[in-house]
């Protein structure tokens, strides 16, 4: 083998010193200040319509669901006198369009409402974190702007989640009526990171998904939000979920390009497509796909490679020992080509760190905290707690680019159902 991981990656534009973290969070910066303004932005910027500084109601059971891009969840959620969520029910299903299957609107709403239907007994409030675009309104609704993730859902655009949601549970028998709001997963998560932590010990909070797919929300004050004449009006500081597996100012190079083209959106949710856990296993497949176009390999490798099915536990056995008894090490052959494949999927997981980490420091370097201050940074996400690599490569660039330079500690928090018990907080605000 002739030619090194750099040297190959570097030559398709996949290198991940290619671009520098300063410049990469500087275009964050950028797209962020568009957004928020109403410009053309590859971040949406969509106001929550909560107020940071919201305190919910104690003591009242809450419906809340958690559709995300594999799992729906459903369940009660109270919070205690001391403001603690207590899950009182919770159970899980597949997601609707997901799995190779495809519905309509309609029938998702009415199999998320038929799977809510027991939980929302009793309930006069109800919540919904919905993992995928929409905009927000004062009311509490949001539209949905579009799909993303592979799910296989037609005509859901431009449709009222909440309200098509309610419909639903009430052709299906639930009694009564609930008062509904939206939320996003990042909110959830954020939300969820500031009930379960003490609060007093943050200068600020972030939340972060990085799973199936990915998204980060902030907090920002509410005038900032020009673009939003009602959220501007709210005052204070609001959540704002930034959208940002949408980012596209990125340096993207060959596998890159055939891993959009092949997917059901191209040219949509770029960043997502970089660093996420149902698109990252596809990237590894054709960089390495790649790599064998070029003879890098032989072609019985080759046609090993085209066998292997790499899905996220075999990225995680791989990562955690290229050279051991795993379906993709078998079929490299030798440890030659084993090493070159790990140094290809170490670099990758690199720059998908650094994609992550740049987005989180933009929201640092706007909201300026002191130095010697902490920034929690609310997570949740199979991709970003199972991975080996990913997680402490992020968490090696915040030092250098946040704490080193800022003096701003960053840290990460996970708390179990943090979306859930977050989309609570959110549905027990007044």
Known sequence: MTVSPEEFLRRHDMYYEQMSFEELTARYRREMAAGLAGEPSSLFMLPSYIRADAEPLRGVSVLVLDAGGTNLRAGRVRLDADGRPVVETLKKCRMPGTGGEEVTADEMFRRIAAFALEAAEGCERACISFSYPCRNRPDGDGVILEL???????????????????????????????????????????????????????????????????????????????????????????????????????????????????????????????????????????????????????ARVRENLSRVHITSPLVDAFCLDPLGDNAL????????????????????????????????????????????????????????SKNPLLRPAMERCLREHVTDRLGVEMEFLFTEDATLKGSAWAGLIE
């Open 148 to 298: 993303c993730k592979e799910l296989s859902v037609t005509g859901a655009e431009g449709r009222l989640v909440c309200a098509s949601l309610e419909a639903a549970l009430r052709e299906l028998g639930a009694r009564g009526s609930r008062r509904w709001r939206l939320t996003n997963d990042s909110v959830g998560s954020l939300l969820g990171g500031m009930a379960a932590a003490d609060r007093r010990r943050y200068a600020d909070f972030i939340g972060f998904i990085l799973g199936t797919g990915t998204n980060m929300c902030c907090i920002l004050p509410s005038a900032s939000i020009t673009k939003s004449p009602e959220a501007a009006a709210m005052g204070g500081e609001m959540i704002v979920n930034m959208e940002t597996g949408c980012f596209d100012k990125l340096l993207r190079g060959t596998a890159d390009r055939e891993l959009d083209a092949a997917s059901e959106l191209p040219g949509d949710h770029l960043a997502e497509k970089m660093i996420s856990g149902s698109y990252y296993r596809q990237l590894l497949e054709k960089t390495l796909s790649l790599a064998g176009r070029e003879e890098i390999f032989g």
């Open 329 to 384: 090490s078998r079929a490299l052959e030798n440890d030659e080509n084993r090493r070159f494949a790990s140094g290809v999927n170490t670099a990758l997981l690199e720059r998908a760190a650094r994609v992550a980490a740049a987005g989180l420091a933009a929201v640092v370097e706007t909201r300026a905290p002191s130095p010697g201050s902490r920034v929690c940074v609310s997570a949740d996400g199979t991709m970003l």
